[in-house]
């Protein structure tokens, strides 16, 4: 079983780190949790995503209660019932929506903008909220830091190509980055 990680440093500063969204950052952090049974949640039902995090990561204890009630709701089911919301889902989304909050006044202090613009990263998703989010005058800043994440990535997965042809793994870690920059933090909804 994987071990979770249940120190954690919430907040936008403590999750800047080179070369990954730290909103991404701290939704991972906080889906650490909630499988870790750490971050209360009630359960009434799981996506995908969530219920085989549950089943691969969560202390099995936890897990096999929480199944027990999940078959349990199933009883009376019919094919033509609608499926329910994650509950997971919808704590990540609220999760989401105050972390965007937040990095939208990190955004207004200097530091943390010359940070995020020389190393920081955002990935598409967090990107194009944090425009919609941002007054006009930062959002170039948003474009800047996107267009050379974006170089930054392509230069690191044609130099992984070029190793592994060599059957070099150096640098392998680049796959997650580029998945992360593409599709945003697994388990994120649409
Ligand atoms: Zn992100
Ligand atoms: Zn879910």
Redesign the pocket.
């Known amino acids: 079983m994987k071990t979770v990680k249940t120190t954690f440093s919430e907040g936008i500063p403590q999750a800047l780190a080179k070369g990954h969204c730290p909103i991404c950052a701290l939704i991972a952090e906080f889906q650490e949790r909630l499988i870790a049974g750490t971050q209360s949640c009630e359960i009434s039902a799981?996506?995908?995503?969530?219920?085989w995090s549950m089943a691969k990561a969560a202390p099995a204890d936890m897990a096999a209660r929480i199944f027990v009630q999940l078959v349990d709701r199933t009883r009376d089911w019919r094919p033509s019932d609608p499926d329910m919301e994650?509950?997971?889902?919808?704590r990540?989304d609220e999760h989401e929506l105050a972390r965007m909050e937040e990095m939208t006044e990190q955004f207004e202090r200097a530091p943390i903008r010359e940070w995020m613009k020389l190393q920081g990263s955002f990935c598409l998703r967090h990107a194009r909220k944090l425009n919609d989010s941002l007054p006009e005058d930062l959002r170039d800043l948003v474009v800047q830091i996107t267009v050379r994440s974006r170089a930054e990535l392509k230069d690191e997965l044609t130099s992984l190509l070029a190793h592994l042809r060599s059957g070099d793994r150096t640098g392998w870690g680049v796959l997650g980055r580029a998945a992360e920059f593409l599709t945003s933090q697994r388990?994120m909804?649409r």
């Open positions: 799981l996506c995908n995503y969530h219920a994650c509950s997971f889902c919808e990540v388990g909804r």
